[in-house]
């Protein structure tokens, strides 16, 4: 068990070197404390009973099992442990579809991290703990939502706000077709919002810059905010015809799978509102 005050993280790898990353990663952290590194289903399962880890990093793909089956097994454990917090769960995976992200969001994944990307290494998932640190331990395995998260301030610039949503909303959510009775609608307009006035250094991404701020606005988890989000994004691409599609959104679509990803999305339409000059002054 921890000794101490810090987050303790359970990290579920069979590659040595990303073991050793994380070892050397978070050694002297002030905030998270790694408790044990396991390989497989079953030692992770005995392993969390030990130490009932307020983080859970797995890959998707272990030795005895897949990432999904762990998943819902601690979920599962969690309800006979009588946990009053519910386990952050962080998935790494070389395997970023929308297929496998609808699989594990659908099994109450958190975040999911592709190995892919650059940049990839235990401190990147460190910092998106560090990011959630305020909310990992406010997740109630009784409720999805997040309990009293600080409410958004009002701030000066709150008429440039409501202009960039009024343009969101006007000439990219309407054409499209999406309704303004879904909820993914909200959490569509607010992630547009968040990257346009996004300023921080290298690419923008969604689980570490803009699923925090809609989760703070609108008190939900990561999970059911990307699913709402792909909904409403399929729902446009399926509805709404293709002229009026290629005209609000010229970019590039992968054919494989017809219509952009949440962070394609965003990202494209943050960037025009930028050139357009409604980024943060």
Known sequence: MPEDNRISVLLVERDIEVQNDFRDTF?????????????????AMEAFEKFSPDVVVTELALQQGEGCILISQIRKKERTLYKKKRTYIVVISRNTSDAALNMLYDNNADAVLSKNQDDFGAALVLNLLEVMKNYINCTL???????????????????????????IEQFIINPLGISTRTIGREYLVTAIMVGVNYDGKGAMMLTKDIYPEIMKKHKNNIAN?????????????????????????????????????PSEFIAYFANELKRKGYGKI
């Open 141 to 167: 395995t009784s409720s999805s939502k997040i309990a009293e998260l600080p409410q958004m301030v009002q701030t000066s610039a709150a008429k440039r706000e409501q202009k960039l949503r009024t343009y």
């Open 27 to 43: 050694e002297d952290d002030e905030n998270f404390q790694l408790v044990k590194i396991t390989n497989g289903v079953k030692d």
């Open 225 to 261: 905010i990307n699913r709402a989000i792909n909904t409403v994004i399929s729902n446009a691409w399926s509805k709404c015809d293709e002229e009026t599609r290629e005209k609000i959104y010229p970019a590039y679509v992968d054919p494989s799978r017809g219509q952009p990803t």
